[in-house]
Each structure stands twice: as C-alpha cells, then as structure tokens.
C-alpha cells in the first residue's frame, strides 16, 4: 500500500505538483534527517545536507527509475550530499551530541524514558566511534535500508568488503555493549 502512495506522489512530482512532493518527504523525514545526523555528527551540518538532498532530489525526480526502490535512491543522494559536507567542513570537526536526537518509546514512563535515553547515548557513543567505512556500512543500512548490493554500488566497495565492514561493526557494538552491561 506504502509503495503505491509512494508511486503516486513520484507521478505527481514529475508533473511539477510541490505539495506531492512534500508528501513524499514526509513519509521519509525523520529517518533520513537522523541518518544525515548520525552520518554528519553536527546538526548544523545535517540539516544542510537535508536540504541538499531536497533540492537534488527534486531536481532529478524525472531520472528516478522505479525498478529501483525510491528509499535506495533518496539515500543515495542523501549520502553524496553528506559525504561532500563532509569534506567542505573537515577542518572544523564538530562532536554529536545525543540530546540532538530525540528518543520516543512507546510507553509514557520516567523509567522507559532515561533507560531508552541512556542506551540512545551508549549505542549513540558506540556508533560515532567506529571506523569512518563501518559507520558508512551500518548507517546506510540501519538507517537507509539499503541492500548490501545498493551499498556496494553506492560506495564503489566489493560487496563482500561491505559485507566485512559490517559484520566488524556489529561485532565491535555487542563486544562494547557487553562490557558496558547494556545488554
């Protein structure tokens, strides 16, 4: 059903319609804004990357192939546009902080609520911490949904150095999670 609303708004904004559009961005808002963070470390960043991607996705609309999945195409060029702010912003390296993120569980107790928040932090701390082609891996498939294949193609890597890339960083998130008690 998702995926046919989603076809739907593509038409609409290959014809020029912005409010199907902003339909569309809606549908992948958060978790695309939280990938760019994640990704980023800076908000400031983030949020231009964001808008980047906007732009860039609303100018290359009529190029979308629908063979492929729009999630995979969008994160892509969230990914580029990340990638070259980035490199813009090396020298003024900037920490993420995890009040930046907000953390919503599904129960509405004081309890839930700084468990969830203290874990956000650990796996927050953990994941900013891993080698720059581990993070890549396992932000763009945690966040992206990315197929290992679209990640390779993506990241000019084999596939099976992709595969590699994330494996370590899993292992290395149990491993510190282990010694952390967290789980």
């Known amino acids: ?4 609303l989603e076809s739907l708004l593509i038409e609409k904004c290959r014809k020029g319609e912005h409010s199907a559009f902003r339909d569309l961005v809606k549908i992948y808002r958060r978790q695309l804004f939280s990938y760019l963070m994640r990704l980023t470390g800076d908000r400031m960043q983030a949020e231009d990357a964001f808008q980047e991607t906007l732009i860039k996705v609303w100018k290359a609309i009529g190029k979308y192939d629908h063979k492929d999945r729009f999630s995979s195409w969008l994160f892509s060029i969230a990914h580029n546009a990340a990638m070259d702010s980035i490199r813009k912003n ?3 390296g900037s920490l ?9 569980t599904s ?4 309890y839930s609520d ?17 080698p ?5 891996v396992f932000l763009l498939r945690e966040h992206g949904e990315m197929s290992f ?9 084999p596939l099976n150095t992709v ?12 491993r510190v999670l282990r010694k952390k008690n967290a789980i």
């Open 163 to 174: 595969l590699g890339h994330m494996h370590y960083a899993v292992e290395k998130i149990k």
């Open 114 to 130: 700084v468990v969830g928040q203290e874990l956000r932090e650990i796996l927050d701390s953990i994941i900013d911490n891993l």
């Open 90 to 92: 090396k020298l003024r």
């Open 149 to 157: 294949k679209e990640i390779s193609e993506l990241t000019g890597e």
């Open 96 to 104: 993420f902080h995890s009040d930046d993120i907000e953390v919503h």
């Open 132 to 136: 720059e082609k581990q993070k890549q």
């Open 107 to 110: 129960e509405s107790n004081p």
């Open 1 to 4: 059903m998702e995926r046919i």
